[in-house]
């Protein structure tokens, strides 16, 4: 069935790794011969190539969900052109609480993003090691940086 548009939420790649990395121990993952980084770098890579050849695909930053919520709801309407009763995993926006498998999101996980106190998390040689994957136009196209 036809879709209007693609919506991409991508989050800040070092607060990515760690939530992942989280959801491999919980799942019990078996260590992997690669950085987990490189599966951000090659999902949103792909999604970038196939937006360059549709205008149905649109990114947006978990962030600018957090920080400022009826600006990003808004652009994605403006941008699909939906009426003000969109829908979303069979919901009107509206009737969104929260995403069924997550837990209730406090104000202190947000203040973690909006101050990205995730990034505490890192040593020096860990964040050496993740920007060693981090693709620069990627970032850019994004609106990330990488952390020094």
Known sequence: EPVDGVI??????YSWLLSY???????QWPKSDYNYVEEYLAFLNKWKQFSEGSDKIYF?????????????????QNKFKLNKR????KKTITEL???NVSETFTNQQKKYYVE????NHYSPSKLKE???HLHEELMEFLGYDIVD
């Open 60 to 76: 947006i930053k978990y962030l600018d969900l957090l920080t400022e919520p009826e600006k990003a709801l808004n652009n994605i």
């Open 8 to 13: 991409i939420i991508s989050k800040d790649p």
């Open 86 to 89: 969109f829908r979303l995993f």
């Open 130 to 132: 993740v920007n060693s």
């Open 97 to 99: 609480k929260k995403v």
């Open 116 to 119: 990205k106190t995730y990034l």
């Open 21 to 27: 990395e989280k959801w491999a121990a919980k799942c």
